[in-house]
């Protein structure tokens, strides 16, 4: 040992033993009075010891955190919670809160500690209790012990097995697997989750999930403990009725309990690699989330209600919610939000109130225009009408005009009548019940109507006479339509639904001129130009080796008939003629994407075109998974099924020849059909098929228009190699431009670009949980869905080098009937066109 100088504290020194004794055990001593929480286990916490400021427990594994955590910002505001440690989640997400309604503003001045009656408690400086565990304690001593599992428990110090509290029985707004929410049929206890009241207030919100009181196995989602605005739909075994997406969440264990004690249900997740949490989110909708390590970020699993402006009152009093804005709440005309603040976090439940007060009754002062009515179209109605009896709708606006709390009307075959605040109104509804509401406000708020009745006079009789005109015409048009049907298709026949037009063969290839002008063909058939006697335009397409009787056909048929959307193909007949099966579509002016994409050296398709096609399409497929009464997976998503109208509107085509799968999504496609180059890991992993496969489809097609080639052309051009797997060095580098189409000359907005190649990596994920729905695909496209930097899939490393072996679809159509693994290879030399099957 080196010799130390005589002042040092050495055994050597004269003094050095007897004076280091003493100074050390005064340092252990000062430094365990700074820390007296700390205790043998980091985990735990005995009734000697505390936790103040920063001073935190972490769970034995340590994945859990409990302490102090920051919200807000000016003044921050403190909180006692469970949040995931930083080596699980890197972002602050609190799991459990005890004083959510409570924070505390000065965190010096305040303690968490074990009472002498056994419970956890946080107390200010003056010790003035601000939250407790609030249980019954017959023990004698207790300690506080935060588990792996992110449940903080309350046990007998002397018996550790019996747990007299526990944080996982009183869940705020989040749902950790092996938790339960459910009803304590002994106490009459109902276990729910609350919703914060915004993005940075976890106080209790207005939303709720929680069991059917009355016994029942379904769930509710409440607004304000009362409106039940969803429901999961009654237990059936395996899944809730209502929640048919259970099937497919195979990373998840459920189970469903009901005896003589209590009813609740509990989740387990699979592996350990996987993070997830269930919330009752301050959106109003409940929501599963799943940590993404690789993007550090949570990825949104799973929501319901589907659509945001489902849920009830969203947007407060005089508020509206729409689907198409982002955020989906605002004020109707007349009024302001009355807190700019909390609605800019998320918190819209005090609503708007009136910029002008109104006049109110039947007369006027001198000068002041009595209050008048603002016509609103296309919405969905107010909750909690009165009706009455009306003659007219004039009648109906005078009975609300002349009572001061009537604040709008609405007339159909009855008035109906609304008095004080307007709850759950939706503009651009496009729903059954869509109806034209009359809003009351000041005149002020309204133009005059002095020259304006002269100018609706006007209108309305020009209205009136084009109305008049329109009648006449089309009741010429049936007419004429009737004796062309007659005449060119005799006895048509309609389909099952009433409106398809069964055509017979003969006269399909008279119109088609024996089905001359060839359009294009795929994998179901070819399609043909024709022309009807009125001169409109078809596209008639003969299918080929479909095995389906006409029974089935027809039933197929009839159903995908219904289905109307701008972004859908939409059939308008079909001929079911022995072997002779035929589609008959609108036709499309400016042909099919992959014309304008893959074809000449010059391109009408500028970027801003671009990008409306990949919207509309992905809202096309929107509805096809979620918004028809079957999800319908297309299962061929490719250019050469979009078509383009004379806008360049796109519309998905050949979705009727997908296969329809009913919502519980429990039926497997074993037929793998589609075509290389767009298919989903799953049609050769022997997986089933979910409506994420269209979605890689989609994000394989996403990247031919933003470079304007076949993602396998690349390899005959130059040395990048396929193209997916090259363009991501240059996103992570910034270099977005360079991706683009050179017939675009660079001209693009980048950040639109660098958005759509993003949106293509996350939809091509190799696992179908990692990649988005095709919804949130579109809220990422119109900027309402934050989107960061995806992870490399794993397939596109394989992608490394020309020199390394690759593996890829190439690009023709397959449809290999009970196929389930399959094989297409090709050197990096060769064209796609020269790939191998391996069977």
């Known amino acids: ?37 700390r205790s043998s286990a980091a985990d735990s916490l005995s009734g000697n010891q505390s936790l103040s400021g920063d001073q935190k427990l972490t769970s034995e594994g340590g994945k859990f955190v409990f302490g102090f955590f920051p919200l807000g910002n000016s003044p921050k505001r403190y909180y006692i919670g469970i949040w995931y440690n930083t080596n699980m989640v890197s972002k602050l997400t609190p799991v459990w809160v005890g004083n959510r309604d409570t924070p505390v503003l000065d965190l010096s001045s305040t303690e ?7 419970n956890l408690v946080l107390l200010n400086q003056s010790k003035s209790l601000i939250w407790s565990t609030e249980t019954n304690i017959t023990a004698n001593s207790t300690m506080a012990v935060l588990l792996d599992s992110g449940n903080l428990v309350l046990q007998d110090s002397s018996d550790t097995s019996r747990i007299l509290w526990q944080s996982i029985d009183h869940p705020t707004d989040t749902w950790l697997p092996g938790g339960k929410v459910g009803l304590n049929k002994l106490t009459g206890e109902n276990q729910h989750l609350t919703a914060w009241k915004s993005l940075e207030d976890p106080a209790h919100g207005l939303f709720y999930l929680e069991i059917d009181p009355s016994g029942s196995s379904q769930y509710f ?35 469903y309990v009901s005896n003589a004690s209590a009813n609740y249900f509990t989740y387990t997740v699979n592996t350990d690699d996987v993070i997830s949490r269930f919330t009752m989110d301050y959106s109003g909708q409940i929501k599963q989330w799943t940590w993404l390590s690789d993007a550090q970020n949570w990825i949104l699993f799973w929501s319901q209600p589907r659509e945001q402006c489902e849920v009830y009152a969203l947007c407060g009093s005089f508020g509206s919610c729409n689907e198409n804005n982002s955020p989906s709440c605002g004020c109707i005309k007349g009024f302001s939000e009355r807190s700019p603040g909390e609605w800019h976090l998320g918190d819209q439940s005090g609503g708007c109130a009136r910029n002008t007060p109104l006049q109110c009754g039947g007369s006027s002062s001198a000068g002041t225009e009595k209050d008048k009515f603002y016509q609103m179209d296309s919405v969905r109605l107010p909750d909690n009408p009165e009706t009455m009896e009306a003659g007219s709708s004039s009648d109906c606006e005078s009975t609300c005009l002349y009572n001061c709390s009537c ?61 008049g005109f329109l009648a006449l015409l089309a009741l010429t048009w049936l007419v004429i339509l009737r004796r062309q049907r007659r005449r060119i298709i005799g006895a048509a026949k309609a389909a099952a639904d009433g409106v398809l037009v069964a055509f017979r063969y003969s006269d399909l290839r008279r119109v088609t001129t024996n089905f001359s002008e060839k359009l294009g063909s795929g994998g179901f058939g070819s399609v043909y130009k024709g022309s009807l006697p009125d001169s409109t335009f078809i596209a008639v397409k003969k299918l080929i080796n479909l095995n389906q009787g006409e029974k089935q056909f027809r039933a197929e048929i009839g159903t ?48 801003g075109k671009r990008y409306l096609i990949a919207l509309g399409t992905a809202r096309g497929l929107v509805y096809l998974h979620e918004k028809c009464r079957d999800c319908i997976i297309h ?88 193209f997916p797997a090259s363009a991501m060095k240059k996103l992570m580098a910034g270099d977005i431009r360079s991706l683009l189409d050179p017939r675009l000359e660079g001209v693009a907005e980048i950040e639109e670009v660098e958005t759509a190649c993003k949106v293509a990596y996350w939809c091509i994920q190799d696992e179908e949980m990692s990649r988005p729905t095709m919804e949130q695909v579109v809220q990422m496209l119109e900027g309402t869905m934050e989107i960061i930097m995806p992870p490399v899939p794993k397939s596109l490393q394989l992608y490394s080098g020309q020199q390394e072996r690759i593996v890829f679809f190439s690009d023709s159509t397959v449809d290999q009937s009970n196929q389930t693994q399959s094989t297409f290879s090709s050197s990096p030399g060769r064209s796609s066109n020269s790939a191998s099957l391996k069977e």
């Not at 504290?9 to 050390?24: E, K, N, Q, V």
């Not at 004080?420 to 503009?427: V, Y």
């Not at 022997?686 to 489809?697: F, L, N, P, W």
């Open 1 to 37: 040992m080196k010799n130390l100088p005589p002042t040092s504290l050495s055994p050597s020194s004269p003094f050095g033993f007897h004076m280091a004794l003493p100074l050390l055990m005064l340092l252990i001593l000062s430094t365990l009075a700074l820390h007296p929480h």
């Open 112 to 118: 968490l500690k074990l009472s002498k009656d056994g």
């Open 221 to 255: 989602i409440l607004w304000n403990g009362t409106k039940n605005y969803w429901s999961s739909g009654d237990w059936n075994g395996k899944i809730f009725s209502g929640v048919p997406e259970m099937t497919s969440n195979y990373i998840y264990n459920f189970q």
């Open 407 to 467: 604040t709008a009307y609405s007339y159909s075959s009855k008035c109906s009548l609304w008095y004080g605040n307007l709850l759950n109104i939706q503009e651009q509804y496009n729903g059954y019940d869509q109806s034209t509401l009359f809003l009351r406000l000041a005149a002020s708020e309204l133009p005059s109507s002095s020259s304006k009745s002269n100018k609706g006079g006007i209108i309305g009789a020009a209205a009136g006479g084009a109305i």
């Open 560 to 607: 995908i008939g219904t289905i109307q959307h701008i972004n859908l193909i939409r059939l308008r007949g079909f001929c079911a003629d022995q072997n002779n099966k035929c589609l008959v579509y609108e036709f499309m002016p400016n042909s099919s994407l992959d014309a304008h994409l893959f074809h000449g050296s010059k391109t009408d398709l500028d970027w």
């Open 635 to 722: 299962c061929d998503i490719k250019p050469e099924n979009i078509l383009l109208d004379a806008s360049f509107i796109p519309k998905v085509a050949d979705f009727g020849l997908a296969k329809l799968l009913g919502r519980d999504l429990s039926r497997v496609l074993t037929t793998m059909r589609g075509t290389r180059g767009y298919l989903a890991p799953e049609w050769i992993s022997g997986v089933a098929i979910t409506a994420k496969a269209d979605v890689y489809s989609y994000g394989m097609m996403l990247f031919e228009i933003i470079s304007g080639k076949r993602n396998t052309d690349h390899w005959e051009d130059n040395k990048n190699g396929f």
